[in-house]
């Protein structure tokens, strides 16, 4: 078993090749420009939080509208670092919140291959699996129009599910 004395050997080893710096430095400032580029075109629709990239396996920002912050409920747009995709999360201010969603959606299509819920959110949807990024411009309109439709949907079901469960408890 390698120690992390090992690990950050290779680590810095990577690190100093600079491809690796490269790369990530493009892919944040990718997202921030989503980030921006989403809050000028979607500000009537959304709002959007900061840009949170602390570690090398997401970069994400969170996006909310009057329905879901009365739900305890928010997306985010996230760049999944470990498939090098684009997908949408459906997330719960807090774990309890979040594990009730997952009871009340974990029979949609978007867990027609999940048998147990997510581990940092309720829905998980891929918008862009295979990102061109030689053509920024066309993958940025790419992603904003997926986020947009998949976004819809999932507020679509959670307002009529919720509907469902009102009308069962009364």
């Known amino acids: 078993m390698k120690s992390l004395n090992d690990y950050v050997a ?3 080893e990577q690190l100093q090749k600079g491809e690796i710096l490269i790369a990530y430095n493009e892919l944040v ?9 989403f809050m000028k075109n979607l500000s009537d629709q959304y709002t959007f939080a900061g840009i949170l990239h602390g570690y090398m396996d997401y970069t994400y920002f ?3 509208n009057a329905f879901l912050k009365s739900k305890k409920l928010k997306f985010g747009l996230v760049l999944n670092h470990l498939e090098m995709r684009f997908e949408v999360w459906l997330l719960g201010n807090t ?3 979040q594990k009730k969603y ?3 959606l974990k029979s949609t299509k978007w867990h027609k ?3 147990e819920m997510p581990k940092y959110s309720i829905i998980e949807a891929v918008l862009v699996v295979h990102p061109d990024f ?3 411009n066309r993958l940025a309109k790419q992603i904003e129009t997926k986020m947009i439709r998949v976004s819809e949907e999932i507020v679509a079901c959670l307002r009529n599910d919720l509907e469902v469960k009102k009308k069962i408890q009364q």
Do not use: A, C, G, H
Request: net charge negative; charged share 35%.
């Open 29 to 37: 400032k990718f997202v921030m420009r989503l980030r921006t580029d």
């Open 62 to 64: 969170y996006y909310s």
């Open 95 to 97: 774990l309890p919140i």
């Open 102 to 104: 997952w009871e009340l």
């Open 10 to 12: 290779v680590y810095k």
């Open 113 to 115: 291959d999940t048998e």
């Open 134 to 136: 030689n053509d920024l």
